[in-house]
């Protein structure tokens, strides 16, 4: 009998190992702490929501769905994007319905890029972009974002770009950092991606999530971008419904139908009751319950942002989304995951290593947090952190 075998894993494997933040949501659990790592966002789900979903299940609602997403759902998030953008899509060609905002994204790589194509992201950057980016064959380059308040510089940019550039990757209001993009900052990259014949790529999950009197502009709502740009975003964060999986993808429809088909190939279909459910909550919530997210976060982010002074770990305050990045200099450890550790064993109270943002040594000193939490959670993590 043969004692070898060619059996093994796929080399892409290599590049979807587990997040760091799902690997400190563990080791949180493993000490009974207070989860500050993974962006769960346990607040209430608003009632329209959940009643929107229960009676599409008792009505039957239970089956398939277009394998782009529920007319309704489709109508109602363009409504939502006229409302708030004022960029007018077509609810039958331009909109792809999805598995969350990662799954939209995976499709538009899909889609969109070959194998060794490059595409440029901003750094600190999301952890899951580049893996995605990674899993589908493409090359992430990075261009540094340099705090505090998380600029570039063009001379970076254009640095950053070869034969192979294909894209570049904007997330507005940003996870990690909580940077939002100016409209000057949007109109230097939507020259640039002009000038290079770029995609754009935008994640713009936290679209809602804006404090001091920051506003979200789409790229793609700038003059001649809308057919390079595929803006990505969801329901999971604005409705409290992390677990439902429901995001979207808006663009071109040249675009949209190959993202649909991939969509179709993988998830075929949101799960059709929950699309229900947050078409309910874009067609029944007025302006106050949008409003009301950026003051509600605004107050749990001063909150924090204070407490994480007083533990001594300097916050950069974020003005968009709902993270926080921490210098965790004065913390014992060589590396963040180190000074993460140390944090979850001296207070309870888990972390994100810098590390997980950064392609080099640029996270070592940080660390970042989610404070999308119920009040009273927030409230006994910052006691915790004053602890250190």
């Not at 089956?63 to 007018?88: D, N, P, W």
């Not at 598995?99 to 499709?107: E, I």
């Not at 808006?250 to 699309?275: E, H, S, T």
Request: hydrophobic share 40%; charged share 20%.
């Amino acid at each position: 009998m043969n004692s070898t075998s060619s059996l093994g894993l796929s080399t892409r494997c290599d590049c979807v190992m587990q997040s760091e933040i799902r690997a400190m949501s563990v080791a949180c659990a493993r000490v009974g702490g207070i989860n500050l790592s993974q962006g769960v966002c346990d607040t209430p789900v608003p009632a329209p929501v959940v009643q929107g979903a229960i009676d599409a299940m008792l009505s039957g609602r239970n089956t398939y769905t277009a394998h782009v997403g529920t007319r309704k759902l489709r109508e109602a998030i363009a409504s939502k994007q006229l409302r708030f953008t004022g960029m007018e899509i077509d609810p039958d060609s331009e909109i792809v319905v999805s598995a969350g905002a990662t799954g939209a994204m995976y499709c538009t790589f899909m889609a969109l890029l070959n194998p060794g194509d490059e595409v440029i992201l901003f750094e600190p950057f999301y952890g899951y972009h580049v893996s995605t980016l990674r899993a589908v064959g493409g090359v992430p380059v990075f261009v540094p974002l340099h705090a505090p308040d998380w600029s570039f510089t063009l001379e970076q940019l254009e640095a950053a770009v070869s034969p192979k550039t294909r894209a570049i990757l904007v997330n507005t209001p940003s996870n990690p950092s909580g940077k939002v993009f100016s409209h000057d900052e949007l109109h230097q990259l939507a020259a640039f991606a002009e000038a290079h014949d770029l995609f754009v790529f935008t994640d713009e999950m936290y679209e809602h999530f804006l404090y001091d009197g920051a506003t979200h502009c789409s790229i793609a709502n700038l003059p001649g971008m809308r057919k390079r740009t595929v803006t990505i975003s969801g329901l999971s964060k604005t409705f409290s419904v992390t677990g439902w999986r429901i995001g979207y993808a808006l663009c071109d429809r040249k675009w949209a139908a190959a993202i649909g088909n991939f969509n179709d190939l993988v998830y075929v279909c949101a799960p059709a009751p929950l699309q229900m459910g947050v078409a309910a909550g874009l067609l029944s919530l007025g302006d106050d319950y949008y409003l009301g997210l950026a003051r509600e976060y605004g107050a749990r982010r001063d909150l924090f942002c204070s407490a994480l002074e007083k533990a001594g770990l300097k916050p950069y305050i974020p003005q968009g989304a709902y993270y926080v990045l921490a210098d965790v200099t004065s913390v014992p450890g060589s590396t963040s995951r180190e000074k993460a550790m140390h944090i979850l064993q001296q207070t309870g109270v888990a972390s994100v290593p810098g590390s997980a943002f950064y392609h080099d040594s640029g996270g070592d000193n940080l660390v970042r947090f989610c404070f999308a939490k119920d009040d009273d959670v927030l409230v006994r993590a910052c006691g915790l952190l004053e602890t250190l």
